[in-house]
């Protein structure tokens, strides 16, 4: 039995739409060129502008197609509660599990009480499946822990809301850590709009959850131009 980090998922895109930029300005100048004429190109200022006025509609013609390896079914059930996606997973209807990883934090893999735990129940899946236990009924003794792959197609509207929620430091230390890698994947595509992107905190520093705020505002690894 294999047990992998959170630091060993894996976020590429597989297909991303072609020179956002100049499709959201083609967008922008059907719908409000004297409005936007001051802005000028498409850039981090007008993308900026379009976020906080709320014109997010127009970026839903920019869409990318992540491949993302070895999360967890937790994060699985996590990530497709932002509905305005489209996902693919590996099936544990069809597929026998018996060697997929636990994908759990640092120190759980270090720990000997975690593995035995975790070989306990791949053994007790594994038992019910030598036992002529159809696969789909066996798959209730695996933890959430499970390794899953996915495919996850979203546009960049669904995708600020996604960073709004999912980069907050509120959330769990693997749910962080895949939207960062999500963002870093954004940021060499399209640096003027992952720029553009973070929890509710950012830019102001003030935070919406009220007393279970974390008291620490987001900053982004780099400021985009």
Not at 39 to 64: D, M, N
Request: positive net charge.
């Amino acid at each position: 039995m294999k047990i992998q980090t959170y630091n060993d998922i894996k976020v590429t895109i597989l297909r991303s739409t072609k020179d956002p930029a100049h499709l959201v300005q083609t967008a922008m100048r059907l719908t409000m060129d004297k409005s936007i004429k001051h802005l000028g190109p498409c850039s981090k200022r007008s993308l900026a502008f379009l976020i906080k006025a709320g014109h997010t509609s127009l970026l839903e013609h920019v869409s990318y197609t992540f491949s993302i390896e070895g999360v967890s079914r937790s994060l699985l059930a996590q990530l497709t509660r932002h509905r305005m996606s489209s996902f693919t997973s590996a099936s544990q209807h069809y597929a026998d599990y018996r060697d997929m990883p636990m994908v759990v934090t640092k120190e759980m893999a270090e720990s000997s009480a975690m593995q035995r735990a975790f070989q306990a129940a791949i053994g007790d899946y594994v038992a019910a499946v030598d036992a002529a236990v159809p696969v789909y009924e066996a798959r209730q003794l695996l933890p959430n822990a499970c390794a899953v792959n996915i495919i996850w197609t979203v546009n960049a509207r669904s995708l600020i809301n996604f960073f709004e929620q999912r980069l907050c430091k509120r959330n769990v230390e693997e749910m962080s850590t895949f939207a960062a890698k999500v963002w870093e994947e954004v940021d060499n595509h399209w640096p003027e709009l992952a720029s553009c992107c973070g929890p509710y905190c950012y830019p102001s520093g003030k935070c919406n959850q009220g007393a279970m705020s974390c008291g620490d505002p987001y900053k982004i690894p780099r400021t985009g131009e």
